[in-house]
């Protein structure tokens, strides 16, 4: 089922699967969001998302998000905007984690004798 969780407390590691192998993608803490995406723009999950220590969090499910985006459309409005900063937020940490993992690979081979 569809649902935006919030991390209250504890620990959650996201992996995704790529070419039989299993690739470790973040560790999200408290204040991080879990399926801010699919209750956005409802896909298929890209990743998984296991508790890696034990915590709190609080989830709302896609049909009561709706319900308060028709109902209280202010309030929607503020969900939105942090949720549309979280996602900001995550992108450029991965872009910035990309990046490292390009400049890394290319000095690698620089070093290399050929």
């Known amino acids: 089922h ?5 991390i209250i407390s504890g620990k959650a590691s996201v992996s995704t699967h790529s070419g039989g192998h299993v690739l470790q993608l973040a560790t999200l803490e408290p204040g991080d969001t879990v399926g ?9 999950a890209s990743a998984d ?14 049909s009561d998000f709706q319900n308060i985006v028709k ?5 929607a409005y503020s969900v ?8 900001c937020r995550r992108i ?5 984690h990309m ?13 290399m004798d050929y």
Request: net charge neutral; glycine share 4%.
């Open 49 to 62: 998302v296991i508790m890696s220590q034990q915590g709190l969090i609080w989830t709302i499910s896609e």
């Open 36 to 44: 801010e995406m699919n209750i956005i723009d409802p896909h298929k």
């Open 99 to 111: 990046l490292r993992q390009a400049e890394d690979s290319r000095l690698q081979y620089r070093d």
């Open 71 to 75: 109902s209280d459309p202010i309030s």
């Open 2 to 6: 569809r649902a935006l969780s919030v």
């Open 80 to 87: 939105l905007h942090w949720l549309g900063r979280q996602l």
């Open 92 to 96: 450029r940490r991965n872009t910035d």
